[in-house]
């Protein structure tokens, strides 16, 4: 049994050069889901979130705002960590690059790399991307309307320094052979192969320190320098855990992390030099990274010159918090791009969840509270339609779970829909409200049927709808101690309990003048 295993899930540190957008938010909410069904299913999870906050780009943005880059880090990581509370993320950490213990952590590091000889000092000379924090090979660069640019577009500059090394290129057989070892580290496999191509292409020596700024970590030894930021970003992984402190509790309890989600754009950095640099130090690399698609929004790529960032807060003040989460994870296949339409959005809100989840709770709840003296009914002897209907609702954990395992929300959302939607078949079909004068005997059985079937609906569903599926369990009477989900098939549903009056849990999407 894997159920006791710790869990550590990281999301991306973000930049705070930026606020945050729809983007952001993608990549926090898929990890908080799985990091909630994770703790539902049993696991001690860790949940890391954070923000990047060393860098040119930093300074720059710093410096634009007439205030100090502290200042400025300040506020934005702030920013942040607003949008953590306001899509209810349940993050058990929020690491800051500019805190003491990850910047002591990433100077260990270095001195280790050092220490066993994966560093040297040199001279770099070559083509590098502020916006992208990224270098590049002449090769790579395209075309642009003012010269050439890195394939990001980016704007790039042709850069001559004395610079710090780290032997990437040592590293190019000990990764391929890691990945052809362990071929689900990198996910979805089209990235995979992607990674495999590019190690494959052959490494050069990575720079990873600059002499050109200040805004960064010092190099112990050598204060001239400051360390890469992507060296020092990527460290926060371990830095959260206690990292030097290799033989700490957390440390050994965590590391590796079980997945790092990152979007599309930065796979290199965490499949390529991330695992390098761990190896280098003598660590392990991740179980896994999983690189998630790119959202354009009406059909446009999001740019600040169109500006159209999505900010968090317009989409849950618009469409309510668990729409939007539902929206992100079941509208496209995880690792896939997509498009965020208000069009599709109302789409599924008005559809899978007010007419389908919302109206069947509400349905099933109001004839409880009718015809039951709104206690749990007492079930009679089951007929084969209501055996099955439970059988659906109690398969469902252990395929949710399989999707769960590869990321697979769309899939698993669509196999609880499916549920809800033999659910409805069946209240029609047996049409309670036809019973209740008819066999009142049959309708108990058939509404008890029906509860528990939501029961497993609104448990299962808690890892991505958190707030309705609250309010489900809370009218369903189902206590704080039995939402787990051993409790699925432990502790059904009491008849005789009372229920709290219905209430909706999704609400309909109504157009702004619509209908007056
Ligand atoms: N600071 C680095 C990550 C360092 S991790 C050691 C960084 N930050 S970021 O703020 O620019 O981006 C963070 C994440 O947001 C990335 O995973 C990126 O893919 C994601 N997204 C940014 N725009 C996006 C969309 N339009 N759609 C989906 N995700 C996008 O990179």
Known sequence: MTADRPFFITTPIYYVNDAPHLGHAYTTVACDALARFMRLDGRRVKFLTGTDEHGQKVEQSARLAGISPQQFTDRISEAFRDMTRLLDISNDDFIRTTEQRHVRGVQALWQELERRGEIYLGRFAG??????????DEGELVDGP????????????????????????????RLLAYYNANPDAVAPRSRRNEVVSFIKAGLRDLSISRTSFSWGIPVPGNLDHVIYV???????????????????????????????????????????????????????????????????????????????????????????????????????????????????????????????????AQRVLVMIGRNCDGCVPAPGELTDDDAALLDSARDLLAVVRGHMAEQAFHLALEAVWRVVGEANRYVDEQAPWVLSRKDPA??????????EALRHLAILTQPFVPGAARKLLDQLAVPRRARHFNALADAPLAPGMRLPKPEAIFPRFVEAGAGS
Request: no cysteine; net charge negative.
């Open 442 to 451: 049959r309708m108990r059985t058939v509404l008890y049927a029906l509860a």
């Open 127 to 136: 083509w590098y991307s502020v916006r992208d924090e990224a270098f590049y």
């Open 230 to 360: 992507w060296l020092d970003a990527l460290a926060n992984y371990i830095t959260a855990v206690g990292y030097p402190d290799s033989h700490s509790p957390e440390f050994s309890t965590f590391w590796p992390a079980d997945i790092q989600v990152v979007g599309k754009d930065i796979v290199r950095f965490h499949a390529v030099y991330w695992p390098a640099f761990l190896m280098a130090a003598g660590l392990e690399p991740p179980r896994r990274v999983f690189a998630h698609g790119w959202w354009t929004v009406e059909g446009q790529k999001m740019s600040k010159s169109l500006n159209n960032f999505i900010p968090p807060k317009q989409l849950v003040d618009t469409y309510g918090l668990d729409p939007v989460r539902y929206f992100l994870l079941r509208e496209l296949p995880f690792g896939s791009d997509g498009d965020f339409s208000h069009r599709a959005m109302v789409g599924r809100l008005n559809g899978d969840l007010a007419n389908d989840f919302g109206n069947l």
């Open 146 to 173: 003012n010269g050439r640019r890195a394939p990001s577009g980016a704007e790039v500059e042709w850069l001559e320094e004395e610079n710090y090394f780290f032997r990437l290129s040592a590293w190019q057989d």
